[in-house]
């Protein structure tokens, strides 16, 4: 099976920084076969909305426009670890964040097959 546990988030001021972590494992887990890892949110009720998303090996970075130049996405290959450093936060990047891993790089949450359960962000104005 495969596993993607994300840890981070939590309550940030508005115009603070925090940095969420998402861990990949699994006896089944292979880069090779789901190279891309991406980031999504969701608030209650809505949709899952794209954040960022890049390969395990690097290459193209892609970003949301609304979180472009505040959100940066990295890797630890290694580790099997993706990290969410979210800096500049606003009211509206209150959601819960979702890591994501997959074949290509998408904005569609259904081109991904293996999700994590989540964390929570909240800012507070």
């Known amino acids: 099976q495969v596993q993607l546990v994300e840890s981070g988030g939590g309550l940030v001021q508005a115009g603070g920084s925090t940095r969420l972590s998402c861990a990949a494992s699994g006896r089944t887990f292979n880069v090779k076969a789901s190279p891309i890892i991406a980031w999504f949110r969701q608030l209650p009720g809505k949709e899952r909305e794209f954040v960022a998303a890049s390969g395990w090996s690097g290459g193209t970075t892609r970003y949301a426009d609304s979180v472009k130049g505040r959100f940066t996405l990295s890797r630890d290959n290694v580790e099997k670890k993706v990290y969410l450093q979210m800096s500049n936060l606003k009211s509206e990047d209150t959601a819960t964040y979702f890591c994501?891993?997959?074949?290509?790089?998408?904005?569609?949450?259904?081109?991904?097959?293996?999700w994590g359960q989540g964390t929570q962000v909240t800012v507070s104005s």
């Open positions: 994501a891993a997959g074949t290509v790089i998408r904005g569609a949450p259904q081109w991904y097959s293996y």
